[in-house]
């Protein structure tokens, strides 16, 4: 769990990471779209990500991210209960 908000926390920090809907390399955002272009649901979510707020995309990122890790640790220790 450490890992995982250390990582969140040092990519929102570093001075060097693009902000979510730059180009983080040559023409990565339209490659993106053009491999989404024949899944037409998915290519839909990923426009509407580009529209979105990037703070609010980070934070609900985060909170997803944190919220499965936190779960997966609670059906861990309910597992090793029940087995015990």
Do not use: C
């Not at 909170?63 to 890790?69: A, K, P």
Request: hydrophobic content about 40%.
């Amino acid at each position: 769990m450490l890992a995982f908000v250390v990582g969140a926390v040092w990519g929102e920090t570093s001075s060097t990471a693009p902000a979510l809907g730059e180009n983080a390399g040559g023409d990565a955002v339209a490659q993106a779209r053009e491999h989404a272009r024949e899944h037409p649901k998915l290519l839909e979510r990923y426009d509407a990500l580009m529209k979105a707020d990037p703070e609010e995309v980070r934070e609900q990122s985060f909170t997803f991210g944190l919220r499965t890790i936190l779960d997966g640790l609670a059906a861990q220790l309910r597992n090793t209960a029940t087995s015990n």
